[in-house]
């Protein structure tokens, strides 16, 4: 009946009233289902409408009805609007756990119906933005970067986003897949933070801010995301993770030394007490921290090295870090510094990755840490590999061998404080260099005589 009113200031007004009407019955359902016909648009616009109203509070219905009312007629890119523009208005409320967790739900959704859209080309571009926030500014961040002076049906919100084309010109700022899992993750670290903290407390909503935050309280993982997704420095998670793992290995040594000096003392016993011995000599090997059972998005495994729980947690995230920064020799750097800082022996697979991928620095480490014995046992194994390579590739063999860290390594065992083993290294390391490069040369000689 209403699509038959002539005019159309009376048809949008009864299109009000029975939105109003049936929003007021909590008529939800029987309202999404309502076949319009050729009014959708003029009903889409009374719903968008009241979402933008600033009266309307965070949780009110209208923005799941308005949701529904566009994905049950396969409106997805207006759907997608809808919650981009719902999940800002979240933003700019009072942050607390329930709606951070709306919030969450809301960015999902959205990136789910950006991908659910057909054309792959819609963009969404946030009219009247600024490039970058006003500096030094008590407002809230999202207010600075949304404000905007909307025409006269736009009054009361300050921000629209509007459908876009990928070729057409930005005025604003360009919202895509990528924009929205940024907004995402924070929200979800946001709301991991928040669960965290003992009393309650807003948390931070700069991205630097949420990774220190996320590293004291041991998210690990979430720090982690956010330094992926927001190309953020990992040292200071690097680091962290380090001191855990080095903290759980003292731990258990100190437990196990304790363990086998009951267990000596208890040979003569039989009983009860030399079983419980046993199994707690058994549990040191099975019982893990909290933090690594709840880190473990990022665990690479592999059979080129035996490592304990908590440092595949390390390994993993060493190991994306190289691959998105393979000539980073900070990553490396940081972890073995964190263990020679407490006089502690690199593991096996960590000596082995750092000589791999950056021998010199490693060598430089260990002479800033007095440790030439480590240094020399370093080098000697690459040599080692090194000779099999010149024997097997002949003349299309690579030296990489960091001939400055390695003349500063010898001249500085060689001073006369040093032991007499050290020395003794230092002349046998001496000698296997060059026999290397003799054994190099008359393979590259061999070669062109060939030709």
């Known amino acids: 009946m209403i699509s ?30 309502l076949n319009f016909g050729a009014l959708v648009y003029a009903v889409a616009e009374i719903l968008e409408r009241d979402c933008l109203a600033t009266f309307m509070n965070w949780d009110d219905p209208i923005f799941q009805v308005t949701y529904s009312f566009y994905t049950l007629r396969h409106m997805y890119p207006n759907a997608a609007r809808l919650y981009i523009e719902y999940s800002f208005r979240l933003s700019a409320e009072a942050q607390s756990k329930n709606l951070l967790e709306k919030r969450c739900g809301v960015l999902a959704t959205a990136i789910g119906l950006v991908q659910m859209s057909e054309d792959e080309e819609v963009k969404f571009d946030l009219i009247g933005t600024v490039p ?8 809230p961040l999202i207010r600075q970067m949304y404000r905007v002076d909307m025409p006269s049906s736009h009054k009361k919100s300050e921000y629209k986003v509007v459908v876009k084309k990928k070729k057409e010109q930005i005025e604003g700022k360009l919202i895509d897949l990528s924009f929205l899992r940024q907004e995402h993750l924070k929200a ?60 759980m290995d003292h731990e258990e040594q100190e437990l196990r030394n304790e363990v086998e000096f009951r267990l000596n003392k208890a040979d003569d016993v039989l009983g009860e007490v030399t079983k419980e011995l046993r199994r707690a000599k058994v549990s040191l090997e099975t019982e893990k921290p909290d933090w690594v059972l709840e880190n473990r998005a990022f665990l690479v495994y592999t059979d080129d ?17 190289l691959q998105i920064n393979p000539g980073d020799s900070n990553l490396l750097r940081t972890v073995t510094y964190k263990s020679l800082e407490y006089s502690k022996p690199l ?12 021998l010199g620095d490693l ?89």
């Open 4 to 33: 038959r009113n002539p005019g159309n200031d009376d048809r949008s007004m009864c299109l009000r009233e029975l939105i109003s009407q049936m929003m007021a019955k909590k008529k939800h359902r029987e309202f999404i289902e």
């Open 347 to 358: 593991p096996d697979w960590l000596l082995e990755l750092h000589v791999n991928h950056h």
């Open 363 to 451: 060598l430089a480490c260990f002479i800033e840490f007095d440790e030439l014995e480590y240094a020399f046992d370093a080098l000697d194994k690459f040599l080692a590999n090194q000779m099999k390579d010149v024997q097997k590739n002949q003349e299309n063999s690579t030296l990489p061998i960091p001939f400055t860290i390695v003349d500063q390594l010898l001249a500085y065992a060689e001073l006369e404080k040093r032991p007499i083993d050290i020395k003794q290294k230092a002349q046998t390391t001496r000698t296997k260099i060059t026999n290397l490069m003799k054994l190099y040369s008359n393979m590259v000689k061999t070669a062109q005589l060939s030709y």
């Open 132 to 139: 970058e926030p006003p500096s030094r500014s008590n407002e």
């Open 188 to 247: 979800e670290a946001r709301l991991a933070l928040a669960q965290k903290y003992e009393t309650y407390s807003v948390p931070p909503d700069d991205p630097e801010e949420i990774v220190s935050q996320s590293i004291k309280y041991k998210l690990y993982d979430m720090a982690f995301s956010m330094i992926i997704s927001y190309k953020l420095e990992p040292y200071e998670l690097l680091e962290a993770v380090t001191f855990e793992c080095l903290m």
């Open 305 to 321: 090295y035996t490592l304990k729980p908590y440092w595949m947690v390390l390994y993993g995230y060493l190991t994306f870090c």
